[in-house]
Nanobody, 122 residues
């Protein structure tokens, strides 16, 4: 599976962005998907995850602001980010794991995209 993340950019605080993660392969619907982010010098952290069936988990810091979703027909996962804050500035990575349930541990993911930079100006 190859993952291509896109949609990052520069946005003002309070604004919105939608990240996309396009996956190759015919078994996308059977994969758990996740979005992680990393700030230089810090550990990569979970932002949101979704199971193959659509169950979701979110980091406390983004609950109520971010929404993860997937379109299995398009082999694509999304991260809708609203009410962005300066502390959301990071490189965002999408990941896919060969499992049906929601996976919150990055060690549970088998494939990673290249990352897309989100910069929120205050």
């Amino acid at each position: 599976v190859q993952l291509q993340a896109s949609g990052g950019g520069l946005v003002e605080a309070g604004g919105s962005l939608r990240l996309s993660c396009a996956a190759s392969g015919r078994t996308f619907s059977g994969y758990a998907m996740g979005w992680f982010r990393q700030v230089s010098g810090k550990q990569r952290e979970l932002v949101a995850a979704i199971s193959s069936g659509g169950s979701t988990k979110y980091a406390d810091s983004v609950k109520g602001r971010f929404t993860i979703s997937r379109d299995n027909a398009k082999n694509t996962a999304y991260l809708q980010m609203n009410s962005l804050k300066s502390e959301d500035t990071a490189v965002y990575y999408c990941a896919a794991g060969r499992r049906y349930y929601v996976e919150i541990d990055q060690r549970g993911y088998d494939y990673w995209g290249q990352g897309t930079l989100v910069t929120v100006s205050s």
